[in-house]
């Protein structure tokens, strides 16, 4: 009887111990199996244009990107507006960044109150949405840094894409 009332409090003690690392607070969502496999093959795309320097991973924009993909409706949908930021220097040949949520029409050619219909990214549709799908294929050898963000919504994932183009060279 004394042994299994050690063994108890020793465990009950264990347990607490456990209890008390255990981490709190909202963790970041995982990044999605068809994320993972979409960011793999989009960073290939850049560093095959890029010979010698690949594509670095940064995440300047990234909380923006989340908290933008976490406003997509049920239904799919987003404002324009808060799907995507950019900034750009010399009518295209300067130093440029922008980020977007993945949708048809893209949202950088829509007016910022348009509603957009953001794109649910699927093994079937990732090559279609590519590094040309966001830049001119004569500048893709240009974007030097990247960032993609998923969200999982109903077993839907939607992307977010962060790329930064270096001046071009004269």
Known sequence: MKKTRRFVA???AAVL??????????AEQPQSAIGKVYEDWFVEQINSKRPGKPVQKVDV?????RTALAKISEDGKFTAGDGRDH?????????????MILSDPIALNVSGESTVEAVKLTLENL???????????????????????????DDKTYVAVYLHLEEAKS
């Open 10 to 12: 020793l465990l009950l």
């Open 61 to 65: 924009k990234h909380s923006e990107m």
């Open 87 to 99: 900034e750009a220097n010399g009518c295209g040949f300067g130093e440029s960044w922008y980020w």
């Open 127 to 153: 090559t279609q949405y590519g590094p040309a799908y966001f830049v001119d294929k004569k500048q893709l050898s240009r974007i030097d840094e990247y960032d993609i963000v998923t969200h999982v919504m």
């Open 17 to 26: 111990a456990l209890a008390l690392f255990t981490a709190c607070g909202a």
